[in-house]
């Protein structure tokens, strides 16, 4: 699945992913959050909410990892209310972000605070 998400081939990602999700008695998060990641990374917004969703119903997670994926969504995309949910949702995991997502939230900043700091 991670080379059809590099060769952006989203509709062979989603149809494999199907064939594995019904041919599995076990739920692997780890799976589900690189075919979220992939649509992520696809500008595909509600295709991951689908993946995210059904791995909420089928397995006890973690779920920390596609919390922090869609955070680092919504920081790109300016949506720091967002953001920020799914940030408190992660942290409720006792979750430890990974660099790249450290580097989206000052990304973040970096982004808004030249249109914000007029008054500085």
Request: one cysteine or more; glycine letters at 4%; aromatic letters at 16%.
């Amino acid at each position: 699945m991670l080379s059809l998400i590099r060769l952006k081939d989203f509709k062979g990602l989603k149809k494999c992913f199907k064939v594995w999700e019904y041919s599995r008695s076990v739920y692997d998060m780890r799976l589900a959050d690189n075919v979220i990641h992939g649509y992520l990374s696809g500008d595909l917004l509600e295709e991951a909410e689908l993946v995210f969703d059904k791995a909420m119903k089928r397995c006890k997670g973690p779920f920390a990892i596609s919390w922090e994926r869609f955070m680092v969504y919504y920081l790109k995309k300016l949506r720091i209310d967002l953001a920020l949910k799914h940030m408190e949702a992660a942290v409720s995991e006792n979750w430890s972000p990974y660099p790249e997502t450290i580097a989206a939230v000052f990304d973040y900043f970096v982004l808004i605070l030249p249109s914000n700091s007029e008054g500085f």
